[in-house]
């Protein structure tokens, strides 16, 4: 959509401005939400400042097609809601008001400003921002933002959009700039270093070099983001369909290491290629299924992120003694234990987890009547689906899901020749490939 020759016109006012007119920045109301203008409509009509702003504007200008569009505007949370009968102010840290406009709902922020020691914006010791509610105009609200890209400001009235901090050439560049001091911004927000990333992944750019420094650097800092949130963050980093080409960065950032301790161990182990497989395989069946459009469940992704711990502690226990089936359920117990401290899985989906996860003892199962109790558990498809994985990634041989795939087609009589077939002595878990024994780090 970027026109091949830049010509803009630049203005000088108090600070750096840039106006990109139509004929260059190519925007057309036919590739915007009709609610989001309209609420732009109102609020100006109202006499306010009103801009579409970030993700959207930046997709467009990428040739991208927008998931949504956020507005800004001059007008407080209060006076959003007076103007918009269907409206509610959400969020603490940041307050946000939402607006239905028919089967939209449009985000709409007032511009945000800084002020040092205001009782609106406090920061805890390590800097992070844990309330910032002062308001400003919309110079102030393109330099609170994150990264360039996402400062860019459209106004439908009259088709400009306004730059204030180079984000029209860095995203004709390809590169992501964090705005101001990156360590600051990051201590700010730690978040914003998953979100650097996760513009990695989806759009393909790459990290300004200032940008990307502190990052392995900062962070442990995620430790101190609230669990709930990380949950968050992550489906957006590895369940929006462009999980497998993210996951590499986060693991080049040291960013794997605060949210999946366990996971970011044994894969840097690099005993097991399997567990790397495992995980990739996943992330890109997750980004398949959503790119046509199906449905995924966050269960599915964690249980693969999470199964080198349970796999590793599932294999030590038996060799403690405990019984398959029994050292399989300790083991999953204690890995969402440990986990939730790090990233806040919420329970309908860790219940599912750990159904996935008990499911590979039962499916190994396959004498009398255990393969049809276990084709009727409400899981069983998503635990042969995640059989099938481990066989691809090279944890254990193929077979067993092979068989697991006839079953489900084989008629009353077939399934009985299919049980005949397992040996006696088979029914017991299939051969692991040969490691090194583990070491536990500390
Ligand atoms: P996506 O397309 O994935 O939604 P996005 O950039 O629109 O990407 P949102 O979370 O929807 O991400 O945020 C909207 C805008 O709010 C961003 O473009 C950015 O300008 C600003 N923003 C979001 N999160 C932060 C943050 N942690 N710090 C500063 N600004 C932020
Ligand atoms: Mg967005």
């Known amino acids: ?141 393109a330099v609170r933002r994150d990264f360039t890209m996402n400062a860019l400001y459209y106004n439908p009235a009259n088709h400009e959009v306004l730059d204030f901090v180079g984000g029209y050439d860095d995203l004709e560049d390809g590169v992501i700039r964090i705005i101001g001091d990156a360590e600051t911004r990051y201590r700010e927000d730690p978040v914003r270093m998953l979100r650097a990333v996760r513009f990695i992944g989806k759009l393909g750019l790459e990290l300004e070099e200032a940008t990307a420094e502190p990052i392995q650097r900062l962070s442990p800092l995620l430790r101190d983001v609230s669990p709930s949130r990380l949950f968050d963050e992550i489906l957006k980093l590895l369940q929006a369909g462009h999980g497998d080409a993210t996951f590499p960065h986060l693991r080049i950032h040291d960013l794997l290491r605060p949210l999946f301790p366990q996971t970011h161990e044994l894969l840097e182990d690099g005993d097991d290629a399997h567990y790397e497989e495992l995980i990739h395989l996943a992330l890109r069946n997750t980004d398949t299924r959503l790119n046509e459009g199906k449905s995924v469940t966050p269960a599915f992704l964690y249980a693969a992120m999470h199964w080198p711990q ?55 199962k396959r004498h009398g009547r255990r393969p049809d109790s276990t084709l009727e558990h409400p899981r069983f498809r998503a635990g042969y689906d995640f059989l099938l994985l481990r066989e691809r990634s090279g944890e254990i041989p193929g077979g067993l899901g092979e068989w697991w795939t006839q079953y489900q087609i084989a008629d009353d009589a077939q399934r009985r020749d299919l049980i005949a077939s397992v040996k006696e002595d088979s029914d017991e878990p299939p051969k692991r490939r040969p490691r090194r024994k583990y070491q536990r780090r500390d």
């Open 310 to 364: 349970v796999h590793r502690r599932w294999d030590e226990l038996e060799a403690e003694g405990h019984g398959r089936s029994q050292a399989l359920a300790i083991a999953c117990s204690e890995t969402l234990d440990f986990n939730q401290q790090f990233i806040a899985i919420p329970k309908r989906f860790s219940i599912t987890i750990r159904e996935i996860w008990e499911l590979q003892a039962k499916l190994e």
């Open 1 to 141: 959509m970027f026109s091949l020759f830049k010509k803009k016109s630049p203005q000088r006012m108090d600070v750096f401005k840039d106006v990109i007119s139509q004929e260059f920045h190519g925007i057309h109301h036919r590739d915007l939400s009709s609610g989001s203008l309209r609420v732009i409509e109102i609020l100006q009509q109202a006499g306010y400042e009103a801009y579409l702003v970030g993700g959207g504007i930046r997709d467009l200008l990428l040739g991208k097609h927008p998931k949504d569009f956020d507005v800004a505007t001059s007008a407080k949370p209060a006076e959003i809601q007076k103007l918009f009968r269907k409206s509610r102010i959400i969020g603490r840290r940041f307050q946000i008001v939402h607006v239905r406009m028919g089967a939209e709902i449009i985000e709409v922020t007032t511009f945000r400003g800084s002020a040092e020691n205001s009782k609106l914006q406090q920061a805890n010791a390590s800097g992070m921002l844990v309330r910032d509610n002062v308001f400003g105009t919309v110079e102030d609200d």
